[in-house]
C-alpha cells in the first residue's frame, strides 16, 4: 500500500482489480534472494514480474 502512496482500505476496496494490476505493472522484477543452501541446489535465477507473484494468490 505504501508504494501505491495510498491507504489499505483504498487498494482493496476503492480501486478495480485491473487498476490495480496497471501499478503492479509499473513495479520492476525481482530475483529471489540467494543464501548458502541454494547455491548447493544450482537452480537457475528466474526474475519474478510483481504481476506473476501476486497473480500466484489468485
Same mark, same amino acid.
Given at each position: ?5 495510498? #491507504? ?5 476496496? !476503492?480501486?478495480?482489480?485491473?487498476? $490495480? ?13 540467494? #543464501? ?5 541446489? !544450482?537452480?537457475?535465477?528466474?526474475? $519474478? ?10
Amino acid at each position: 500500500m505504501k508504494y501505491y502512496r495510498m #491507504s489499505y482500505i483504498e487498494v482493496t476496496q !476503492k480501486r478495480s482489480y485491473l487498476t $490495480i494490476q496497471l501499478l503492479n505493472a509499473a513495479i520492476p522484477g525481482s530475483k529471489p534472494v540467494k #543464501s548458502d543452501d541454494d547455491n548447493a541446489k !544450482k537452480e537457475p535465477e528466474k526474475k $519474478i514480474h510483481a504481476n506473476e507473484y501476486f497473480a500466484q494468490f489468485m
